[in-house]
């Protein structure tokens, strides 16, 4: 991950995204995010809207078919993911250069809407880092470890202060002058 650049983007779908399966047979999601900052202007006492940001996105995996899911066209979507730029050449022979969000989490915005969340299967339990193997702490893409067999909870040493909840407080803690602490 280092060198990339990380961002993280509020605003609203411009379409329903689009899925589609590679020739390798990985699934990729692609949409729009419009995001358009709103001011205050305390001379007209109203919002005032700026120039709207249009950012490509594209993900991949089980990201993408629960984005193709649960996603549609006026969604307010808050995404994160890694920044990229590419350059082509137009049809007109003109240089052009696109930027492209690859988004690695995704959630609808909650700010003017409520949502129902259902915990998709199919990872051994695992809910956390990335669905689709291949980035951050996984870089082999290995599938996640199933669970660990259970052990018995040890008991702390009667002398650790912390075992009572964190207090630091014990019955004997102010009975008995144990002298210098030792470090």
């Known amino acids: 991950m280092a060198g990339e650049t990380v961002i993280t983007i509020i605003g609203n779908l411009t379409a329903d995204p689009e899925l589609r399966t590679l020739s390798d047979g990985n699934p990729v999601a692609s949409f729009t995010i419009a995001s ?6 305390r001379r ?12 490509r996105c594209s993900a991949w995996n089980d990201l993408a078919r629960h984005i193709s899911q649960s996603c549609s066209k006026g969604m307010r979507v808050v995404a994160q993911g890694r920044l990229s730029q590419h350059s082509y050449q137009a049809h007109d022979g003109s240089n ?8 690695d ?5 909650l700010r003017y809407a409520t949502a129902q969340v259902t ?3 199919g990872h051994n339990g695992y809910q956390g880092g990335s669905t689709y193997g291949s980035t951050y702490g996984n870089p082999a893409g290995n599938p996640p470890v199933g669970p660990r067999p259970a052990t018995a909870p040890s008991q702390p040493p009667a002398t650790d202060p912390w075992a009572n909840g964190g207090s630091g407080y014990t019955p004997d803690t102010f009975t008995t002058d144990a002298g210098e602490p030792e470090f």
């Open 119 to 121: 915990k998709q299967g």
């Open 105 to 109: 989490e995704i959630v609808t915005s």
């Open 36 to 41: 358009t900052p709103r001011t205050y202007n």
């Open 44 to 55: 007209t006492q109203q919002y005032e809207d700026g120039t709207a940001l249009f950012l």
């Open 96 to 103: 052009r250069t696109v930027m492209e969000l690859t988004v």
